[in-house]
């Protein structure tokens, strides 16, 4: 669900880009220096690369979520307690310890 959600601000965020250049293109009619370009053009790459890091760390993070899930259910199954590794939160989604 979470990954859903990376993906639909990724979009809005190109969109938006997209979005924001057309209207200076439009406006200008002008061509872009060469070096203007480039640097453009490196900051959209900069940017494709923070997302791809952010939603990579967010897999990982799930990852590891499962992992920890799998483990706690095996452990239930073998009639460990779990209950101290959980941790409650509010509707406010602050952390209870």
């Not at 601000?9 to 872009?32: F, G, P, S």
């Given at each position: ?62 990852k ?19 209950a ?14």
């Amino acid at each position: 669900m979470s990954s859903e959600n990376d993906q639909d601000r990724q979009h809005e965020v190109r969109q938006h880009i997209a979005e924001v250049l057309r209207t200076y293109e439009n406006a200008a009619k002008k061509k872009l220096p060469a070096e203007e370009l480039q640097t453009l053009k490196a900051a959209a790459g900069r940017l494709d690369q923070l997302l791809a890091n952010a939603a990579d760390a967010e897999v990982e993070a799930l990852k590891t979520a499962a992992d920890r899930l799998d483990q706690m259910l095996k452990d239930l199954g073998k009639g460990k307690d779990v209950a101290h590794r959980l941790k409650l939160r509010h509707l406010d989604d602050e952390p209870i310890e």
